[in-house]
């Protein structure tokens, strides 16, 4: 079992930008895929970014295509995200996710952390 704690939420003004960390603990993210999601209020969890074990490929959901950018550092045991010219739109509780390398599903999530963006 693998323990995330996000961190790097808060408030910016529509156009800021914010980095969101995940910070791993309990195993090696070498052997997980990773992703944030997001949940907006009153609305379903939405998956945002994806990034495989290496590092070497990733996939964006098409809201966020091209303004935010998933990473990881597998020595320092995090994953990122990159998150630019951000919109109202935005505005969720961002969630990092972890599966592990034969499993099917995300099964390891961290507490969340609220971005919010403001007009």
């Known amino acids: 079992q693998v323990q995330l704690v996000e961190s790097g939420g808060g408030l910016v003004q529509a156009g800021g930008s914010l980095r969101l960390s995940c910070a791993a603990s309990g195993r090696t993210l070498s052997s997980y895929a990773m992703a944030w999601f997001r949940q907006a209020p009153g609305k379903e969890r939405e998956f945002v970014a994806h990034?495989?074990?290496?590092?070497?490929?990733?996939n964006y959901a098409a809201s966020v295509k091209g303004r935010f950018t998933i990473s990881r550092d597998n020595a320092k045991n995090t994953v990122y995200l990159q998150m630019n010219s951000l919109k109202p739109e935005d505005t969720a509780v961002y969630y990092c996710?972890?599966?592990?390398?034969?499993?099917?599903?995300?099964?390891?999530w961290g507490q969340g952390t609220q971005v919010t963006v403001s007009s």
């Open positions: 990034i495989s074990m290496s590092g070497d490929y990733t």
């Open positions: 996710a972890a599966k592990y390398e034969f499993r099917a599903e995300y099964d390891n």
